[in-house]
DNA sequence: ATCGGCGATTGAAAGGTTTCAATTGGCGAT
DNA sequence: ATCGCCAATTGAAACCTTTCAATCGCCGAT
């Protein structure tokens, strides 16, 4: 069979493999294959040469066939909670861009905080071999992770702690969020403060509220409300915030700290028609730092979550575990910043 | 080996095969595979049994080999332009649902606007011989496609037009939209109409601007004026609003069309900034209608794309390729819808 | 009792790449 | 001139599933 032939069956379907390559280009497969994965094995001339035959062949590797008999996938998959949620597609892009230099694919999924559309996911990714895992669990998935990892899966939990020392973890300090924030919204001399989210079962909002406590015990004359949502969007803002609004003017909060940044954004709407001047009456304070934070009608202060730091740190963490399983387990806690803007009277 | 040996393999890593149902559950290895894709041509007493060895042993499919045997991946790749901007991850969910349907798998990958990695990731899904592919294209890619579908990956083009009448494709009618706005705006009032976005290069710009055009061409005493911006983000939005406000007040608009909503709240921001009062001295109008129009400080009016119905009739249209690759390409044009709200006196 | 037919099952081939033990060829050292 | 070594290359096995032609076994019809 002649080069051109080769072409012209690539053109009618068929799509050209090593050994098509190979015959065309005088070598066996062996070296092909080397030419592909150890270029430095190859003598310079047969290198070129195979190179050439490649791009004049249109050869594309069939990464099913690597994939057989590697044994895994290169792919990585990730369960994240919310794609609608800004602050999970800012991590999922700090992955995708570290992946990107490696070459490896991401297979995105999203659970939508339902632990049945993350056990689909987890199936998904078992039947595909994806070498690696980074999930931020949402149902009772431990055994089944550990099941990933025996058969050769490496996990890394992100945006949330394990508590077991089993799987390596990357996670943001919501304690000192939660100080940050307080601290913030004192230290401006706001005396009646209120923290709008939940559900209250969440470590998150367990901790960033034990943060914000820790700092208003510390400030005699200072209070801090909690008021629980059931989820943590706009709307759950508005409510909050309707709530509050309710309240008799002298019990009114003149500072509220959101769970999240659309939480913040829900207030923010609820105070502006309500007539209530942001930051002159109430302050608002928002957590996560996503970009509509900053695109608000009235900025939004905020305490950034380092979201693409985030990402890029768990895959480095999943990364090193594919290459070498041994690794340590690791839990890697990133630290949160002030964002003042003109919500809290910046 | 006994079935307990088995098990016990699996245990130490190496996965359970086919083989190794078929020998555990005294069948051969056909036999098993009729089980997993052809239940109906297997006995009831056969299909049960060997399906309670798959559960005992745990047996998860190999889908490498699957593709390998088939040629062809059942995973579907998606290039989106922008996913920190939530049109495009709305349109994704509605494309990850039909599939989840249909359990495929789909890969995303984010070009954000830059030619190379849409190439890149063009590549990727070459290799991945993904069995279709839904992409809303950047660069020249019309060559790379037309050698993709030779392959065997069908192509459904998203949130544009080809011309060519090679692939189909689904888009919303962007004149419409364009139309739909401006009657909206002159039809409360408004006279001196603003359109903000960029670049002009944008099929959608262009549509956009032509529908208001075509609406005050037909409004004697109305006029619209043009700010062309580089991108289309807040910031854009910022500046374009700035630009407006420098303009001597007789001269300055009384309503702003933005190109996207993005665009829209940084309008707002703006304004609000400046104490210019929404909707009473200006009206703003956004475009698409995502989350975060209707959480705005001063909810958003905007033109509502119906996003996730895109995402699902390309998905269908890509669905139905595959099946059958001699289907008739279609070009299906959805239809926009304006949703008022406060911006604009709503 | 035999045969035809049919549903159920079998078993081997195929798919494309990687790996690795084996082979080749060439060169320097003796 | 010969040997040994090393770099380069080879070629077959292995990865796991699906497919399909071939076979088996059974039942009803003759």
Redesign the pocket.
């Known amino acids: 069979m002649t080069t051109s032939e080769i072409a012209r069956a690539g053109e009618q379907g068929?799509?050209?493999?090593?050994?098509?390559?190979?015959s065309a280009a005088?070598?066996?497969?062996?070296?092909?294959?080397?030419v592909?994965?150890?270029p430095?094995?190859?003598?310079?001339?047969?290198?070129e040469h195979v190179q050439r035959v490649i791009g004049e062949l249109g050869?594309?590797?069939?990464?099913?066939?690597?994939q057989?008999?590697?044994?895994t996938n290169r792919a990585i998959g990730m369960v994240v909670l919310d794609v609608r949620n800004p602050f999970f597609t800012d991590v999922a892009r700090g992955v995708e861009l570290r992946l990107g230099e490696h070459r490896r694919p991401l297979i995105l999924g999203s659970s939508g905080q339902d632990a049945e559309r993350e056990s689909t996911y987890l199936d998904l990714f078992e039947e595909q071999r994806v070498s690696g895992l980074l999930i931020s669990p949402v149902g009772k998935v431990l055994p089944r992770l550990r099941r990933l990892r025996e058969r050769g899966t490496q996990v890394v939990v992100v945006d949330r702690r394990t508590g077991s020392r089993e799987f390596s973890s990357v996670a943001v300090d919501d304690v000192l969020g939660g100080r940050l924030a307080a601290t913030h919204l004192v230290g401006t001399g706001r005396r009646r403060l209120a923290f709008i989210g939940g559900p209250h079962g969440l470590t998150q909002i367990k901790h960033r509220l034990r943060g914000a406590e820790s700092v208003v015990a510390d400030h005699p004359g200072t209070s801090l409300r909690f008021v629980e949502t059931a989820t943590m969007d706009a709307d759950a803002g508005r409510q909050g915030a309707e709530s509050l609004l309710a309240l008799p003017a002298r019990e009114r909060p003149d500072a509220i700290f959101a769970a999240n940044d659309l939480v913040a954004l829900g207030v923010l709407q609820a105070l502006t028609l309500a007539g209530v001047r942001v930051p002159d009456d109430v302050a608002i304070l928002g957590y996560d730092d996503i970009d509509f934070a900053a695109s608000a009608a009235i900025p939004l202060s905020s305490i950034r979550q380092p979201r693409a730091e985030m990402g890029e740190v768990a895959t480095d963490l999943l990364l090193a575990a594919i290459e070498d399983p041994a690794v340590q387990v690791r839990d890697i806690v990133l630290e949160p910043e002030l964002v003042v803007r003109r919500s809290t009277g910046g």
Chains 1, 2 share one sequence.
């Open positions: 068929r799509s050209v493999s090593v050994k098509d390559v190979a005088g070598v066996s497969v062996g070296t092909v294959s080397n592909l994965n150890r430095e094995k190859v003598s310079p001339a047969t290198l050869f594309i590797r069939n990464d099913a066939a690597r057989l008999r590697a044994g």
